[in-house]
């Protein structure tokens, strides 16, 4: 069955840095795109960054532009998430996602990692 795995998450000051990992199992992961969200106490779950298959196209959120950077390693079946000039507005738990088909298109994520950002 398919298995994402988050860790890295933790408290750090604003600044900061951290690098979350997510590490998959169950499906052919150097084949599908990947995508970080995360959920913010009392609001929605938005989408942080995507990568491609391949890691040759990726896209971000407005907010996380030119401090955040998605990266994999498809030999290690891994996905990270380089957070950089962290912001308390960053403040989240974090989830790896994977979208695939099979019936119909179905939305698989990992339990999660809780990113603090406060000082």
């Known amino acids: 069955q398919v298995q994402l795995v988050e860790s890295g998450g933790g408290l750090v000051q604003p600044g900061g840095s951290l690098r979350l990992s997510c590490v998959a199992s169950g499906f052919t992961f150097s084949s599908r795109a990947m995508s970080w969200y995360r959920q913010a106490p009392g609001k929605e779950r938005e989408l942080v960054t995507s990568?491609?298959?391949?890691?040759?196209?990726?896209n971000y959120a407005d907010s996380v532009k030119g401090r955040f950077t998605i990266s994999r390693d498809n030999a290690k079946k891994t996905v990270y998430l380089q957070m950089n000039s962290l912001k308390p507005e960053d403040t989240a738990v974090y989830f790896c996602?994977?979208?695939?088909?099979?019936?119909?298109?179905?939305?698989?994520w990992g339990q999660g990692t809780q990113v603090t950002v406060s000082s």
């Open positions: 996602n994977v979208r695939i088909y099979g019936t119909s298109w179905t939305d698989y």
């Open positions: 990568i491609t298959s391949a890691g040759g196209s990726t």
